[in-house]
């Protein structure tokens, strides 16, 4: 049976969330993971899952992106400028594109390198490494091409590394987001970490959320002063700490960012898959049958 064939097998019957249009859910990896930084003041935020867990989190985040569909493992959005790859979909710039948003795919690659797997050798051979497709145009001519077809059954073959990457990257994002907040705010955002952190879902909802719409932290990423990462969204909550407060709390944010884009497709279009993906940062009741979670 052909990797795509198996792929087919193994996700009927999922709940499908959103298509291939990465533009309506958003969920590019906005950002980079942070290097460098100290991790004192999240030095008792214990961001932590089976290996069970992290499959399932690793499983929603590629519905959330794509519905889980084979082809969208390589996407183009006809609404942007680059590809994104893998279940998180990663941001990958061809050459002489510089958007706001920071780019997630090399970072991924240097991390498929040091966990030593066996990435197709014409990805290694690029010089400099940049999307090799000029255009979205370029892109779709050659998209049943045998590099194309090579690259989607290495991001399927890796769905659990790529799902190490993202919590890794939101794990190691928690300090410096903790650092960035106003010196008054700190202690609230450390107390809301803490709590999300204790259980399978609010954990999910940090690592989306990251993977989603990035940190916060990049001076870029911003419409009219207003930033829309995490960092944003942990100081819009109130002084509880639930999974539910920060759900709408995303939800105002989001809208916030809808509202200032230029752009009137985050608000026409975009905006409510993004509120449709957040509806799914809720405990969940079916991990007694995820295999190997007893609770």
């Not at 948003?101 to 197709?120: C, G, H, K, T, W």
């Not at 051979?125 to 000029?134: K, M, Q, R």
């Not at 809208?255 to 975009?270: G, L, S």
Request: with cysteine.
């Amino acid at each position: 049976m052909s990797i795509k064939a198996l792929w087919s097998v193994l996700l009927a019957g999922s709940l499908l969330l959103a298509g291939c249009d990465a533009g309506e859910m958003r969920g590019i990896g906005e950002a980079g993971p942070a290097k460098g930084v100290s991790e004192t003041a999240a030095s008792d935020i214990s961001l932590a899952l089976k290996p069970a867990q992290l499959d399932w989190v690793g499983q929603k985040i590629f519905q959330n992106e794509c519905a889980g569909k084979y082809e969208c493992l390589v996407h183009w959005n006809e609404s942007e400028a680059f590809p994104s790859l893998g279940i998180g979909h990663f941001i990958w710039y061809p050459e002489g594109v510089n958007e706001r948003f920071v780019e997630s795919f090399p970072a991924l690659y240097e991390y498929m390198e040091q966990r030593q797997r066996n990435i197709p050798e014409w990805l290694r051979e690029l010089e400099p490494f940049d999307a090799p497709w000029p255009d979205r145009e370029t892109f779709l001519k050659v998209s049943d091409s045998p590099e194309m077809a090579e690259l989607r059954e290495f991001l399927a073959g890796t769905q659990g590394v790529q799902a190490e990457f993202i919590f890794r990257r939101a794990k190691d994002s928690l300090a410096t987001i903790i650092d960035a907040a106003p010196e008054h705010r700190q202690a609230d955002l450390k107390r809301h970490l803490q709590a999300l952190s204790q259980t399978p879902g609010g954990v999910y909802a940090i690592m989306d959320y990251v993977n989603f719409k990035g940190e916060g932290l990049s001076p870029d990423e911003r419409y009219n002063g207003e930033g829309w990462g995490l960092l944003q969204v942990l100081l819009a909550m109130p002084a509880s700490s639930t999974l539910d407060e920060f759900r709408k709390a995303a939800g105002e944010v989001l809208t916030r960012r809808a509202q200032n884009a230029a752009n009137p497709v985050e608000r026409d279009r975009w905006l409510a898959g993004w509120l449709k993906r957040l509806e799914t940062y809720r405990e969940p009741v079916d991990m007694h049958s995820v295999p190997g979670v007893s609770s």
